[in-house]
Structure formats: C-alpha cells, structure tokens
DNA sequence: CGCATACGGATAGTATAGCTATCCGATAGT
DNA sequence: ACTATCGGATAGCTATACTATCCGTATGCG
C-alpha cells in the first residue's frame, strides 16, 4: 500500500478512506498484515483522482460511475449513471414548465427523453437568466444547443471508435465526466481570444 | 426584511448569513429595529441565488464576481474575475508542460494569456485523460475546441447587444457563470439524442 | 398606558464532506 | 529477540454553508 502511494502520489490514508468507501478494491491479502496492489490497482487509483479532483464528483457519484463501468451495463445506461452522477438532482415540480417549453424549443427534432438530467437542468439555467432580469436570447441559447450537438456527436465518434463494450464504457464514462470540465476550459480560453480580437 | 425573505423564498437566517459576508448590501435603516429594502436588494438576492445555487459558486467566488459588478472595471477586467470565479486555481507548476503544448496546439491562431485559466484547466484536463489510459485524439478535442468558439462568439455577441456598460458587465457575470451550467445541459440532452439515433 | 409580538443584529451551533491522525495487534526483516 | 512497518479500525479535524437562539428595541393593538 506504501507503494501504491507512493507510486499514485496519494497519501495512504487517503487510500484507505477509498478503500473504506469501497471506490478501490482491496489488494489480495498474501499474510495477515501485508496486501498486494498491482497495477489494475493503480489505474483504479487515477480514474479515481480523475474523476474526484478534475470531474469535480463526490465520492459517491465515483462509486456509483465506478460500479457501472465494473457492471455488464449497456452503453445508454451506463450514459444515463454517468450523467446523473455530474448534474445536481433537479426536482421537475420546482421547475417553471414555461422554461421547459423553451428549452424544448431548442431541441426540436432532438430525441430526449422528458426527465433528461440535461434538459431539467437546462430549463433551470433558463430560469435564473430570466430571474436576474437577462432577456432570454433565443438566438443566443440556440447557439449553444448547436454548440452541444457537435459536442455530442464528437463524443459518440470517440465512443465508437473504442476497439470493445469494456473501452467504449470508459470512455462513456471519462468523457462525460471530464468533458464538462474540458469544454468549459476551452470555453474561457475562446472568450479570451474572442474579446481580445474585437477590444484591441 | 422579512417581506424580502418571502418574496424572495430565501430564509430570513440565510438572508442575514449573506449580510454579514457581504454579498448582499444592508437595507437602510429607518429606526433601530427597522430597515427598508427594496427591489434592488431583490434583484441582488435572486442573483445571489442564481450564481451560488445554479453556478455553483461559493460564498467567496460570489462575493468577488459581485464586487466587480458594482466596480468599473472593464469587460476584459470583468471576464479575468468571472473566470477565474468559476475555475479551480491550478498551480502552473503541477502541470506537465508537454499537456500545455498540446493545449497550445489546438489553440493556434488565438490570442490566449498563458495564464488563462481555461488553458490551465484544459491542460489539466489532458493529462488526467493520458493518466487514464485514454488515447488523446487530436480531432476529439479539435471539435470541442470548434464548439467552444462558437460559443464564445455566441457569448460575445451577445454581451455587445447589451444597452450600456453596466448592462454588459452583468451579462459577462451571468454569461460566464450560467454558460458553463447550460451548455453541460444541453451537452447531455445531445448525447442522448444522438446515443438514441445511433443505437436505434 | 401596557404588553405581546416582531424587528434587526450578534453569536453560537449544526450538518455534511473529505480527508487525516492515532491506535492496535500481527508480522517481517536483522 | 526486537524494532520497524504493515493493514485495518476508529476517532478527530477543517472548511463550508447555513440555521437557531438570544437580546435589546420598538411598534401596533386594546
């Protein structure tokens, strides 16, 4: 286990708070006092840190994404678990079901089903634009949406890329997770550019 | 301040915890047991509510992005501090430069900071996808990157429709906090429109 | 005038999350 | 034989975002 810190960069007890909450399997115990950690373990170990310190997941979204990708789930599903571990859970009865027509609106022609984390959450959004006195911009909103299909059809081409159902699942996974966090990153690096060429 | 808790649906307690961190100004006060707050303090508290509940922001983040709402700060003034409100800080220094130039790669042709922190949280992004064992493809990331210059050109455009300055620097505020939140949205309404085109 | 009620402000307490530190008995190396 | 280290169990810590209680003042109602 020393090693497997050492190796990974994690503190031991940290390692053993994931082991507690059952993120890592245990290593196969050889003598009473001495486990063995190989190099599953480790990959286990930095999916973990992945989707914990730069997905921005709980500890419990992880075991949950992490039980799925270890599960025989078909793709869709483990989508649906990946998605519901990266949005915060919305109530539809708390939602104005006038921003759920709008956002409905966007997505014409789309095929989503109505409790879609993304589409409750977006309706949401929508919300707070019109709350803190933002006009709602149909043009503005349906750029994103336009923005989000190429997203997601640059997702779905890496997705099936991937050689077997194991690889495609991680990426399922890996994807949705980290390409939150990676879109928004490029996103503020295009708002820098974008503002530089038109306030120079 | 009661009248602002119901109209509001914000819990007296709460409204007091965001006085004393000084999110919200203080009604003026109109004898010693009594203070008047108006619509302006709505308006503040329902943005309060949008940047901390829908975009995620804490208390501190919150506070520096209102500040520089009531500042005059510029708009590139005022993106540098929503930006920065919406990113983890990242250490230049625990990222792995080769990450950064494969960032710097997809980016060519835009005037970035080196210190921007979508490229620092992009690169970060990057190595967490090698540290798990995911083939980094070039054209994958490419379109993400598309994306989110569209996006940003969208966020742009929009800000400049705005009437006058004050109105524009709110817009970059909002735009930049509930941006991140809706194009995550309606990332993954597209995924599932395109899962379900696919596997059909 | 009297007094229960409500007000705003100050202070202390609570719940949760994500670690982190200490203790313990067993064992491995010298 | 003995000291250091191991894994496991348990308790403690820190930060965040509230939430509840207390308190002195003042207002409305009879």
Chains 1, 2 share one sequence.
């Not at 571990?85 to 089903?113: F, M, N, Q, T």
Request: charged content about 25%; proline content about 4%; aromatic content about 4%.
């Amino acid at each position: 286990m020393a090693e497997l810190s050492t190796t990974s960069d994690v503190p031991v007890a940290t390692i053993k708070y994931y082991l507690r909450e059952k993120l890592l399997p245990a290593g196969e115990s050889e003598t009473a006092n001495q486990a063995r950690y190989g190099s599953p373990h480790l990959d286990r170990l930095r999916l973990i840190r992945a989707l914990i310190d730069v997905g921005g997941l709980s500890i419990a979204s992880a075991r949950s994404v992490l039980e799925v990708i270890d599960s025989d789930a078909s793709l869709p599903e483990t989508f649906a678990v990946a998605q519901h571990s990266v949005s915060v859970a919305i109530e539809p009865s708390d939602l104005d079901p006038a921003d759920l027509d709008r956002i409905d609106e966007l997505l014409v022609g789309w095929h989503v089903s109505p409790n879609n984390p993304g589409r409750l959450a977006s309706a949401r959004v929508l919300s707070a634009f019109r709350g803190v006195g933002q006009t709602d911009d149909r043009g503005w909103f349906a750029r994103y949406a336009e923005a989000a299909l190429l997203i997601a059809t640059a997702d779905l081409d890496e997705i099936e890329s991937r050689p077997d159902r194991a690889a495609k699942v991680e990426t399922v996974v890996v994807g949705t997770v980290l390409g939150d966090a990676l879109i928004s990153g490029l996103r503020r690096a295009a708002q820098e550019h974008v503002t530089s060429e038109r306030f120079s």
